[in-house]
């Protein structure tokens, strides 16, 4: 199984920070790695595919980098609606994995 | 609009069943592969199975901690997913997701999640 760990598992933050969430994988993945944002009590929203495609209608200060086994989710400036917690995702090969998320909270 | 309603969860006891039910509407669903994730109490998300599409005649896959146990299948003419879950531990305690994946020849992620379903495994 691919395995995806995520650093750091927790960061506090204040509004305008730039924010940085590093994700490893333990295979080579290609570009198969999506990131989702999850707020308590709802659904995960996809925000980014194939490592660095934004989804539709996700605002553009969200952005992903990387390939292979080394991934990044940057928030360029963080708004008080982006507090929640943030996962990587393998779709590269069964079965499919998610990192142990990043809880990003109010500094 | 893409809306997926998770139906079925409530309160089993240990070794006992549950079906869930996932309801599709503004999509095809047959269309695309359709998977089960869940997220235990305070835990992360955790991929159960998927559903293929038309495309690869619905052909199924699960995680090892659930496989042998639980079973996807769908109803193509009510647009519907189901999982149907037997001998259950405490540890499938969780809220059920229904997510919609890609469509065949393409290689997306899951793209629109329902809303989750509680089920607790519990004496």
């Known amino acids: 199984d691919i395995q995806l760990t995520q650093s750091p598992s927790f960061l506090s933050a204040s509004v305008g920070d730039r924010v940085t969430i590093t994700c490893r994988a333990s295979q080579d993945i290609s570009s198969y790695l999506a990131w989702y944002q999850e707020k308590a009590g709802k659904a995960p929203n996809l925000l980014i595919y194939?490592?660095?495609t934004l989804q539709t209608g996700v605002p553009s200060r969200f952005s992903g980098s990387g390939s292979g086994t080394e991934f990044t989710l940057t928030i360029s400036s963080l708004q008080a609606e982006d507090f929640a917690t943030y996962y990587c995702?393998?779709?590269?090969?069964?079965?499919?994995?998610f990192g142990g998320g990043t809880k990003v909270e109010i500094k | 609009e893409v809306q997926l309603v998770e139906s079925g969860g409530g309160l089993v006891q240990p070794g006992g069943s549950l079906r869930l039910s996932c309801a599709a509407s503004?999509?095809?669903?047959?269309?695309?592969?359709m998977d089960w994730v869940r997220q235990g109490p305070g835990k992360g998300l955790e991929w159960v199975g998927r559903?293929?599409?038309?495309?690869?005649?619905?052909?199924?896959e699960y995680a090892a901690s659930v496989r042998g146990r639980f079973t996807i299948s769908r109803d193509v003419s009510k647009n519907s997913l189901y999982l149907q879950m037997n001998s259950l531990k405490s540890e499938d305690t969780a809220v059920y997701y229904c997510?919609?994946?890609?469509?065949?020849?393409?290689?997306?992620?899951?793209?629109?999640w329902g809303q989750g379903t509680l089920v607790t495994v519990s004496s």
């Open positions: 559903s293929g599409n038309k495309g690869d005649g619905y052909n199924t």
């Open positions: 995702h393998q779709h590269n090969s069964y079965p499919l994995t």
């Open positions: 997510a919609r994946g890609p469509v065949r020849g393409t290689r997306r992620p899951l793209d629109h």
């Open positions: 194939l490592a660095s």
């Open positions: 503004g999509f095809t669903s047959s269309d695309h592969t």
